[in-house]
């Protein structure tokens, strides 16, 4: 009985790879790091292999890292999700020009291909952030600080936004995928809010990109 199921099983994923179209298809960085959404257990295509891995967690969750180039699909009871894996040639940075005293907002950072497609990254793929001068890092309420969600929270100035010391100076916002660096500049502003008076803004560096 046991080995019919399993004989019925793998002929069942078979021919999901030839007859399934895909339910979700990504294009993702090397590095690409994620939940595959499914309601149970999923199969790599073979050729997929040294592409990505699939683990299950202990949860049940069902998890993909895009580790080399190449196309790859993954049959899961929901259906085919499909990847295309690129290698990343630069990052990106999403950082406010400017911010005011005490002010805590989410950066995020962006992948790009040589022709310049936007490559997802995942919710838990392996970014090195930091941030100096006049912003601090701040992951409070983090699940994996300082990873938060595809993002990096940073806070300008001291946490209760009473720092006016700091109106008017600059901060750096940093962050490294798979060799690749982009950093931004953040100007901190006096607070309004706590009658301090308002700084003019000052547009933020552009991101710089290693290995170009």
Same mark, same amino acid.
């Given at each position: 009985m046991r080995r019919r199921f399993q004989i019925v099983l793998v002929a069942s994923v078979a021919a999901s790879w030839g007859c399934s179209s895909a339910v979700d298809s990504k294009i993702v960085a090397v590095g690409y790091s994620d939940e595959i959404v499914s309601s149970g257990p999923c199969t790599l295509e073979p050729s997929g292999a040294e592409a990505m891995k699939i683990e299950?967690?202990?949860?049940?969750?069902?998890? &993909?890292? *895009?580790?080399?180039?190449?196309?790859?699909?993954? *049959?899961?009871?929901?259906?085919?999700?499909?990847?295309?894996?690129?290698?990343?040639?630069?990052?990106?940075l999403e950082v406010p020009p400017s911010l005011p005293t005490g002010a805590r907002v989410r950066v995020t950072?962006? *992948?790009?291909? *040589?022709?310049?497609?936007?490559?997802?990254?995942?919710?838990?793929?392996?970014v090195a952030?930091?941030?100096?001068?006049?912003?601090t890092a701040d992951s409070h309420g983090c699940e994996f600080?300082?990873?938060?969600?595809?993002?990096?929270?940073?806070?300008? @100035?001291?946490?209760? &936004?009473?720092?006016?010391?700091?109106? &008017?100076?600059? @901060? /750096? /916002?940093e962050a490294a995928f798979q060799?690749?660096?982009?950093?931004?500049?953040v100007k901190v502003e006096q607070n309004d809010e706590l009658g301090l008076g308002a700084v003019p803004?000052?547009?933020?560096? @552009?991101?710089?990109? @290693?290995?170009?």
């Open positions: 299950t967690w202990s949860d049940g969750t069902v998890h &993909g890292e *895009a580790k080399r180039p190449g196309s790859v699909r993954v *049959a899961c009871p929901d259906g085919i999700h499909a990847f295309d894996i690129r290698e990343p040639t630069s990052v990106v950072i962006r *992948a790009k291909a *040589a022709d310049g497609t936007d490559l997802e990254i995942g919710r838990y793929a392996d952030w930091t941030a100096s001068g006049a912003v600080p300082p990873w938060c969600d595809s993002g990096f929270f940073i806070r300008a @100035g001291r946490g209760d &936004g009473s720092d006016p010391e700091a109106a &008017g100076t600059l @901060g /750096v /916002v060799n690749r660096r982009a950093n931004e500049e803004a000052r547009r933020a560096v @552009g991101g710089t990109s @290693g290995d170009e």
